[in-house]
C-alpha cells in the first residue's frame, strides 16, 4: 500500500504540503501575513535600535533639545496604513473562509464520529461503517457530519489546511476535496485523555473507479475469507483496539488481551467470571456490563460497529495471545 503522505519532508519549513482545490488560496494569505510580519518586526526592531543608538543618552546629549506633543500628519498616517492592511487581510481571510465553510451541493456526505480514542466513518447512502479510515474518491467535494460520543474532539487534516471542533450533541460540518490519490494523516487536536496523541486515522484517496469498488466490497462484508483469527489481528488496529488493550501483558486503559481466553476474573461488583467467548462478545457490544475490578468503564460499545464475523475474529485473536 502506498506510504502516508509525509508532514515534515513534504511541503515547506512553515506548513506541510498542499492537496486540496482551496489550500493554495490558504496557503497565499499565511505567506502574506507571515512576510508582512517578518517586513514589520525588521522595520519596528531596526528603527527601535537605530533611534536607540542615534537618542542615546551621553555628555554632549543630556538634556532633550525640543518636546514634541502631538503630529497629526503622522498619527493619520500610522493609523490608516495599518486600518487598510488589516481591512485587506479580513477582506482575503472572510472570503476565504466563507468558501471553506459553506460546502457545495453536490458534496459527498461522510457521518463522522468521534470517541475516546477513535474516529468511526458511516456512509450515509450505503450505509457502510469503517473505524480509523476515511475513503474518499479523488477531486470530488466531500462533506463531513461529525459529532462525538463523549467530550470534545477536533477533526484536523493538516495536508488540507482543514480543521474543525467535534462536539457531543451538536453536528459540526466540513467539507474538503482532495487533488491527489494517496493517503494521508487525520489528527485530533483537541485535548480529549490519556490516548489523544494516538487518536489518529488515515483519510484513503482512491480514484472514483476504486472508490465504488472498495464500497462494493465493503457492502458485501469484506474480507471473508480472510482465516478469523487474522482477521482479529487486523482489526486489533483497525478498530482502535490497540489504544488500550495491549498484547504483552502491559496495561494500557482496559486489561491486556495476553493470556486472558480462559482465565477468571474478578470483578468490580465482587463476583467472578470465567473469559469465554460469550463473555468476549458481551465486553464488546456491551462493555459497561461486566467491569473487571480496577479498570474504569469507559469502553464504548462496538454494537453496529463490527459485524457478527468481525467479533468472532477478534474473539479468535484472543484465543491466540496465549
Ligand atoms: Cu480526541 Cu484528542
Redesign the pocket.
Known sequence: MEKVKPLLSDGTLWIPGSYSSFSSNYDSLFYFIFWLSVIFTIAIVGVTLYFSFKYKRSESNLVAKKQIVHNNKLEIIWTAIPFVIVMFIFYWGFKDYLYMTVSPENAYEVRVT?KK?FWTYEYPETGVKTVGELVVPVGRPIKLVMSSTDVL?SFYIPNLRVKRDVVPNKYSNLWFDVTQEGIYQIF?T???GDQ?SN?DSKLIVKSYEDFLDWMEEQKRGASKDVPLDLLGKKLYKEQGCNSCHSLDGSVVVGPSWKGIYGAQRLLADGSEVKVDDNYLRESIVYPAKKIVKGYPNIMASYAGLLSDREINGIIEYIKTLK
Open positions: 468521534g480514542w474532539h485530533c483537541e485535548y480529549c489523544h487518536m
